[in-house]
Nanobody, 113 residues
Framework: QVQLVESGGGLVQPGGSLTLSCAAS????????MGWYRQAPGKERDMVAT???????EYANSVKGRFTISRENAKNTLYLQMNNLKPEDTARYYC???????WGQGTQVTVSS
């Protein structure tokens, strides 16, 4: 079955960096568009970044220039490099494969001093 397993979240100070990973299995990762989404308490789940099968990337305005989405098809893994983190980046981050409709369980990112 389809599985998306996120890792790499944690507590970081403002200005710090984290790299999230999403290990995918059970579907054709190589030919699938993928994305990272986040949801803060009391708010809707929003798109953070997406990457197509052809490596076209899109970012939310709030993270442009700070976050980078990438994929390693040989490892069926999706990444999100997050730099210059801000308190407003605090949320649970989810990996999503739109073509499958599946979501990971999420990983918590907390930015606080």
């Amino acid at each position: 079955q389809v599985q998306l397993v996120e890792s790499g979240g944690g507590l970081v100070q403002p200005g710090g960096s984290l790299t999230l990973s999403c290990a995918a299995s059970g579907f054709a990762f190589r030919t699938s568009g993928m994305g990272w989404y986040r949801q803060a308490p009391g708010k809707e789940r929003d798109m953070v970044a997406t990457i197509s099968r052809g490596y076209t990337r899109e970012y939310a305005n709030s993270v442009k220039g700070r976050f980078t989405i990438s994929r390693e098809n040989a490892k069926n893994t999706l990444y999100l490099q997050m730099n210059n983190l801000k308190p407003e980046d605090t949320a649970r981050y989810y990996c999503h494969a739109p073509g499958t409709g599946y979501w990971g369980q999420g990983t918590q990112v907390t930015v606080s001093s």
